[in-house]
């Protein structure tokens, strides 16, 4: 065997590549007409529904009235992180297994890493933007009050930051889940819908019966829409959480041992291709 | 890695699924700068072969080298001295011609410019044109152009010019002969054989996961499979004769109808060869 002197890429090369896949990425997500509406407007569209619909109920007790669209609002930034993250990224990367274009990458000097910054950035991308949408849309068509002190949009950007990086990163390892791109969608959204069911997103999360709460409070997305409602409902409303507080801890603890968990099942189950298919 | 050392060296190569071999044994080498066929029908082992090659299948068995690395064990740095054009492609394609080759370009160390790479594909009035809304012929020149837009050592070619109209394969005839004189290695799978004779240097025949034949495009078959044939026609009746010597039998022959002599193309060397294969292994199952 003789010595093999391969020329060394530049260092540094990951990251570069990995910025030039958000770019690549965000693009390419926003010419994809489907997935702007099932992941991107989808939360903009439910909230409207809920607040025209329910325009005339109020869902605050009588001296302190609270409108549909501000009751609901936290529930759908929750919902947004999940669909921008989790069912995005499923459904996107399983379609690029099956399309040719994993593939066609894996021949290619591009690192695993690089791919996963353009796919984490484009969901931060697009998580933001749908998150910013929504709080404009709430405030200012549906003239919803968004809190003023800067302890309340902290805990916002952490329990953002959080869930969406979570979320991306468990959508990248369910991935693997659907046996083709075409049956991504049908594997991948029914999870989504359960999950935004029973954890307090589109129903109210106390008036589920007990069982089905702690079996939602397994999952993130729970503990997502509980630190949204702390950043959006009046403070009066904790006590209407289970055990009576919003418990900030245990939103960042559980939020991030899924994040783990995500890491840990991409790290051992993703590949640019199944060698012996 | 030294220049007189071939660029793709493969031994004994085998590769089975579960109880059916794929690859039974073959061998072969791929010098510098040489462009080499390799031809066989649907099912006869060529993808497997390349696929070893290009690092995306495990052997079952057997040696490969491929610019001096086992391709199952490549990284990145091996990965960005090679071009690969699949067999098929069917990505969503929501970017245009010329993004999707500007943004490739940035993953080589040494790519080449994109406004070339696009005007040797052809692709010039395309380019900014999304690579969805092109024809199957155009999205397989995307493909062709993705695979030398890093400059490549070694280029794989997987049926390149399946969906071409003739004068699109000769413009890729063109753009291949030039990456040839800029001394690229190619290994090109194909089931145009005019494409191999024209293209190729060498070429190996693999039938039923062996390599059946191989060698120079013009000394394959052997000296017998090029005996020229005479055909003629004398009274109604057609005559056939094979000869070492067309040119006494003519002579000899006078001025009789329809006088061809035919040199056996590739294709008819070939199916010759395939054919007596298929043939032998019949017998062996019988």
Do not use: C
Not at chain 1, 44 to 55: D, G, H, Q, Y
Not at chain 1, 65 to 74: F, I, N
Not at chain 2, 124 to 153: F, N, Y
């Amino acid at each position: 065997m003789t010595t093999i002197d391969i020329p060394r890429l530049p260092a540094g090369r990951t990251l570069r590549l990995g910025v030039s896949r958000v770019g690549y990425e965000v693009k390419t997500y926003f010419r994809q007409g489907d997935s702007v509406f099932f992941t991107f407007l989808f939360p903009l569209v439910m909230l409207t529904i809920f607040s025209v619909a329910f325009s005339e109920q109020n869902f605050g007790p009588d001296d302190a009235p609270l409108s549909a669209a501000a009751y609901y609002l936290p529930g759908m930034l929750a919902a947004g992180l999940l669909l921008s993250g989790l069912q995005n990224m499923a459904i996107d990367i399983a379609g690029e297994k099956s399309d040719g274009t994993l593939k066609r990458f894996a021949g290619t000097p591009l690192p695993v890493l690089s791919y996963f910054i353009g796919k984490i950035g484009q969901v931060f991308v697009t998580g933001v933007l749908q998150a910013a949408l929504l709080l404009l849309v709430a405030r200012f068509v549906f003239q919803v009050d968004l809190p003023t002190e800067p302890q309340a949009w902290l805990t916002f950007a952490w329990v953002f930051v959080l869930g969406v990086t979570t979320s991306a990163i468990l959508g990248i390892a369910l991935s693997g889940l659907p046996r083709s791109g075409k049956s991504a969608t049908a594997v991948i959204i029914p999870i989504a819908l359960v999950l935004q069911f029973i954890s307090g997103v589109y129903l109210t999360f106390t008036q589920l019966p007990e069982w089905l709460q702690n079996v939602a409070s397994v999952f993130p997305l729970k503990w997502m829409a509980q630190g949204m409602r702390s950043v959006f409902l009046p403070s009066g409303y904790e006590t209407l959480e289970a055990g009576g507080t919003w418990n900030l801890e245990g939103v960042a603890i559980v939020t991030a041992i899924w994040l783990v968990v995500g890491l840990v099942v991409t790290r051992m189950t993703f590949r640019w291709i199944r060698r012996d298919s | 890695m030294t220049s007189s050392e071939p660029v793709v060296s493969v031994r004994d190569l085998r590769k089975t699924y579960g109880s059916f071999t794929a690859l039974d044994g073959v061998s072969f080498d791929i010098a510098r700068g040489e462009t080499f066929a390799l031809l066989g029908p649907n099912g006869a082992g060529k993808s497997t072969t390349i696929e070893i090659l290009e690092g995306y299948r495990d052997r079952s068995g057997g040696e490969a080298r491929v610019l001096g690395v086992d391709p199952g064990k490549g990284g990145l740095d091996w990965k960005a001295r090679l071009g690969i054009v699949l067999q098929s492609t069917g990505e969503s394609g929501n970017v245009t011609v010329r993004e999707q080759l500007t943004h490739f370009a940035g993953y080589y160390p040494n790519a080449r410019s994109v406004d070339e790479v696009i005007a040797a594909v052809g692709l010039e009035e395309k380019q900014k044109t999304l690579i969805r809304k092109l024809s199957g012929g155009q999205r397989r020149r995307v493909d062709v152009a993705l695979g030398i837009i890093g400059r490549p050592e070694l280029l794989f070619l997987d049926e390149p010019t399946t969906g071409f109209d003739p004068e699109a394969r000769r413009q890729f005839w063109e753009l291949i002969e030039r990456l040839k004189r800029e001394g690229t290695t190619i290994l090109l799978t194909t089931h145009y054989l005019d494409e191999a004779a024209h293209l190729g240097d060498r070429a190996g025949v693999i039938a039923g996961g062996r390599l059946i034949d191989i060698g120079a495009i013009d000394e394959l078959g052997g000296a017998d499979a090029r005996v020229p044939v005479v055909r003629w026609r004398e009274n109604g009746v057609q005559h056939e004769e094979r000869t070492t010597t067309p040119g006494a039998l003519v002579a000899r022959l006078g001025e009789p109808d329809d006088l061809q002599v035919i040199r056996p193309s590739l294709e008819d060397i070939y199916l010759t060869l395939v054919g007596t294969y298929e043939k032998s292994t019949e017998g062996a199952l019988l």
